[in-house]
């Protein structure tokens, strides 16, 4: 028999006797190109990092790897909430799953304006989406990781001279219906914060985000709760987690903070913690 006619043995479809199921099976840190949406410039290009994962029966040996791959090769490198939703129901027909999880995280860029120079450079933000079906239910997260300045109020409080001051990370994740951009999510934070940031300063720049800060200070407490406050002014937004770490100056340890909202019912909040 010719060696291309023969039929190859599928291994993983064989049955496995261990009887144990597996939660999450697939593939991991897969650089791929997408397009996102851009608010300013209606798109972006950038590059991923890819996780798509199923659930595994107990009496399957394992899953097809090259599948993931051919089904995002299939639906293109647009990436937006439906076509995600589209390979998770591809993946659960393709794999004969009855859960499936995408995530993406990318590096988005902005066009910032410096203060008072008025030099533009790109920053740069980290925005992750996960998107989970789980038979016919559906849940999506957007996170989006904001640096930003902060300047502690008991340091200039106290100080004779000055007050610490240093770059801390706020983390924001929603749930939302209809639309909701980065930039929305983005802009937030950084006008939560002591000051925002920017890649490229002046000296003239410099002078004005130092004593912007210094005019606002703020505690880890104080960045997060000004979050919540205006993420709850969005109305598509229907649940948000907020987390700020600032990276101290003055100590060998981070400040943290915590939100999360409870406006989430018990039995969607089951859904997903026992899938996530």
């Not at 240093?166 to 951009?181: A, E, H, P, Y």
Request: proline share 3%; glycine share 2%; aromatic share 10%.
């Amino acid at each position: 028999m010719n060696n291309k006619n023969k039929k190859l043995p599928d291994t993983q479809n064989k049955t496995d006797k261990r009887k144990i199921p597996i939660n999450r099976v697939g593939i991991k840190n897969l650089r791929y190109p997408i397009l996102v949406k851009d608010r300013d410039n209606k798109h972006q290009h950038t590059i991923a990092m890819i996780s798509m994962t199923v659930d595994l029966p107990m009496h399957f040996k394992g899953t097809h790897m090259s599948r993931f791959v051919e089904i995002l090769e299939k639906n293109g490198k647009e990436i937006n909430i439906e076509s995600l939703f589209d390979i998770l129901t591809e993946m659960q027909n393709k794999l004969h799953a009855k859960a499936s999880h995408i995530v993406l995280e990318f590096p988005y860029f902005r066009t910032k304006t410096a203060p008072v120079s008025k030099l533009q450079s790109l920053m740069d933000y980290r925005v992750k989406f996960h998107a989970v079906k789980y038979n016919g239910d559906k849940d999506f997260i957007m996170t989006v990781v904001v640096p930003v300045k902060t300047l502690c109020p008991c340091s200039k409080n106290i100080s004779k001279y000055g007050a610490h001051n240093q770059r801390g990370d706020i983390t924001v994740s929603v749930r939302f219906k209809g639309n909701i951009w980065i930039e929305e999510i983005i802009d937030a934070v950084e006008d939560s914060a002591s000051c925002d940031l920017y890649s490229l300063l002046k000296r003239e720049d410099e002078k004005y985000v130092t004593e912007k800060a210094y005019k606002n200070p703020v505690f880890v407490e104080d960045v997060s709760r000004n979050t919540v406050m205006r993420l709850k002014k969005m109305k598509n937004i229907k649940w948000y987690s907020v987390e700020a770490e600032n990276y101290e100056s003055i100590h060998n340890h981070n400040a943290y903070a915590h939100i999360e909202s409870t406006n989430i019912c018990k039995k969607y909040k089951e859904f997903i913690i026992s899938r996530y």
